[in-house]
């Protein structure tokens, strides 16, 4: 990991990865929460603009499979 590089962007995707492999449904419901917490926190790490909104995107976007 290089500097200037947000570091819970891969983990979020991680999440996602597993979210979508999970055999039941509450693994996988938990995993899409995890994995828009980490969204959420690689939205705080950027500044106000494309990315930022791209992550609060990804956030509500994994909240909503979460539900």
Known sequence: MGFGRNPHVPKAQAA???AEEASDDLARARLYFEAAHAWDRAAEREKPGKLRSEY????????????
Do not use: S, V
């Not at 609060?56 to 539900?67: D, S």
């Open 56 to 67: 609060e995107a990804h956030a509500i976007r994994t909240r909503e499979l979460a539900e």
């Open 16 to 18: 996602e990865q597993k």
